[in-house]
């Protein structure tokens, strides 16, 4: 049995106000069935998109305390994963909230398993390494841009994008943006994470879905990460 945990950013499943893509989920709900068809198990980590942030932006003014705030996100990443199990399953929504859930709904007969966030304090990326690394999964990490680039392509145009890098080169590279509070594709756990597991990990563009099954057939599509 081969198994995956593939991250679906947010942005690409909802629009700026909140609303859900439907075309877009239907189709990569599609995708999903067709990839875990020859015995292969897939955790799909969802994040909390512009649920997570109007929640977390509301409540803020209010509540001096981070892992209120975080707690809020979680439910709602949470709440987006319910609605794409709801859609794909068309039953009663079953979302694990720690590993040790995660790790007993695997050994069931469930082929695609979705999940949100676990704890304050971590994104969901970090959710999707440390699923990876639990269930012994590879990783492929869906996200708006082609994979990773040598600095934020939304913000510079002379940023490259790399067909592989090292974990190692990948941990400099973000350890110099994240002091400046730029290109927030990984933060350090995850990186951290990724290198002491030696998770296979991808990076690529999760529109149009069908590049997550190119991914999953073995393709070199987006970006390789390579462990040290
Ligand atoms: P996300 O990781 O989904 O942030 O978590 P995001 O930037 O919206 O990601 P995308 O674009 O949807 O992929 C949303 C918030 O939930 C909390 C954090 O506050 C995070 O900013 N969170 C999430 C946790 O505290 N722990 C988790 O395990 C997951």
Do not use: C, W
């Not at 409540?59 to 859609?87: C, F, K, M, T």
């Not at 600095?151 to 790399?162: E, I, T, V």
């Not at 002491?196 to 590049?211: C, F, Q, S, W, Y």
């Amino acid at each position: 049995m081969k198994r995956f945990v593939v991250k679906l950013g947010g942005s690409l499943l909802f629009d700026d106000d909140g609303s859900v893509k439907i075309d877009f989920v239907k189709n990569t709900l599609t995708v999903l069935r067709e990839a875990a068809k020859d015995d292969t198990k897939i955790i799909v980590v969802v994040g909390g998109g512009v649920t997570a942030r109007k929640y977390i932006h509301q409540a803020r003014p209010y509540v001096e305390n981070e892992s209120a705030l975080d707690q809020l996100g979680i439910l709602a990443s949470r709440l987006n994963a319910a609605l794409l199990h709801s859609i794909y399953y068309k039953t009663f929504p079953v979302i694990p909230s720690s590993l040790e859930e995660l790790a007993r709904i695997v050994a069931s007969a469930l082929p695609v398993i979705f999940m949100g966030g676990l704890q304050p304090g971590q994104s969901t990326t970090t959710v999707s390494a440390l699923a990876a690394e639990a269930t012994g999964s590879q990783l492929i990490i869906a996200t708006d841009v082609e994979g990773v680039y040598t600095a934020d392509p939304k913000r510079d145009p002379s940023a490259k994008l790399l067909k592989s890098v090292s974990i190692d080169s990948l941990i400099d590279i973000f350890s110099k943006v994240q002091k400046a509070g730029e290109y927030r594709l990984f933060d350090s756990l995850t990186l951290q994470i990724i290198k002491r597991a030696k998770i296979h990990t991808r990076v690529l563009k999760g529109d149009p879905p069908e590049n997550i099954i190119r991914a999953i057939e073995g393709e070199d599509i987006g970006t390789l990460i390579e462990p040290a």
